[in-house]
């Protein structure tokens, strides 16, 4: 068996040595670049059907012996070969142990799979054998996407401020695929610039609506209302509704009363901020607000936009009258954020 650290995945990648090859993991993004990068690493062009063999896995459970037929096949025109498969919904661990007998050294075999548990057949063979080697595909954490971003902004000549790059960060991680075009997609944007700022995270990022409305949200609770009424267009500007944004206020402003409670029960308000467990850069903000606010006023709040949002659905969803009804909502509890008592 050979047992990869984290911090060797991407070196084993670039140049592997062992002739099979198991990639899975919840992160399926990450799955299939690192599947891809395996491959383009094993031969010369991988669009020539000599040098690379793609095979279905539910075609492999039905002919497991093709497996090794295709590792050990000679190109026709020489040079490295690779064989490609995708696992699917049928058990191939007949075949892959068959290929482990007779793995071919000059062919390597990439076996591109999903999130297997330890015990799982598929992942425990490959982490047995000698020679092979099973790579897990975890979602990226900070670390790794911050080293991502860095590295997209090299590739583009590009920096990133830094309440950019604290608003980018929660946009991405789950999928590499996605987290990398999210990046892509942004430095594109960005062309003919030297730096990424907020606002072009604001203005390319899928989730740009849900950007606004924390921005809304937290000028709302802080009392500042230029800021709400600013942010309010942006919102409705990235598409979001008037009744979704009052039933973001209703879940936010509900998380804020729980939060508060736990501070009148003696919890630090930073404490019961991390239990709300928004972004980093939220966090003094809602300290704030959890300071300012008691539970009692918070529960009025919650009421008032509950109202809110009943009378939006009264009006059939008609945007020239809800909207200025949740904009009204919003600025209200920006003059009662001022208030004491």
Not at 178 to 200: C, F, H, N, P, V
Request: glycine content about 4%; charged content about 25%.
């Amino acid at each position: 068996m050979v047992a990869l650290k984290a911090f060797q995945v991407d070196a084993f990648v670039a140049k592997p040595a062992q002739p099979v090859v198991l990639v899975f993991g919840p992160d399926s993004g990450l799955v299939r670049e690192r599947a891809l990068a395996l491959i383009r690493a094993s031969v010369e062009d991988i669009n020539d059907p000599f040098s690379l063999a793609r095979i279905d896995g539910d075609d492999l459970a039905s002919e497991p012996t093709r497996l090794v037929e295709e590792a050990n096949t000679i190109p026709l025109f020489g040079g490295r070969r690779a064989v490609w498969v995708k696992v699917g919904s049928r058990n191939i661990v007949s075949a892959v142990e068959a290929l482990l007998a007779a793995a071919s050294p000059d062919c390597r075999v990439v076996i591109e799979a999903g999130d297997l548990r330890r015990n799982a057949p598929l992942r425990a063979l490959c982490e047995r054998a000698k020679n092979a080697v099973a790579i897990p595909c975890y979602e990226d954490d900070q670390k790794t996407l911050d080293r991502l971003i860095d590295a997209e902004m090299r590739e583009s000549g590009l920096t990133i401020a830094p309440e950019a790059r604290a608003a980018l960060l929660p946009l991405l991680g789950g999928d590499r695929l996605a987290s990398r075009s999210e990046i892509l997609k942004l430095a594109l944007y960005a062309r003919g610039q030297t730096r990424i700022e907020l606002d072009d995270v604001m203005a390319v990022t899928a989730d740009a609506s849900a950007l606004a409305l924390d921005a809304l949200l937290d000028a709302a609770f802080a009392g500042r209302t230029a800021d709400v009424e600013f942010q309010f267009t942006k919102a409705r500007t990235a598409g979001t509704t008037p009744s979704a944004i009052l039933a973001a206020a209703i879940r936010h402003v509900a998380a804020l009363h729980r939060a508060r409670l736990a501070v009148e029960g003696g919890q630090s308000a930073s404490g019961a901020a991390d239990e709300m467990r928004m972004h980093f850069s939220r966090k003094p903000v809602v300290e704030a607000a959890l300071r300012a606010w008691t539970a009692a006023r918070l529960a009025r709040a919650m009421s008032q936009l509950t109202e809110a949002a009943l009378e939006t659905r009264r009006q059939h969803a008609r945007a020239d009258v809800s909207e200025p009804i949740a904009q009204r909502a919003l600025l209200s509890l920006a003059v009662q954020a001022r208030m004491r008592g």
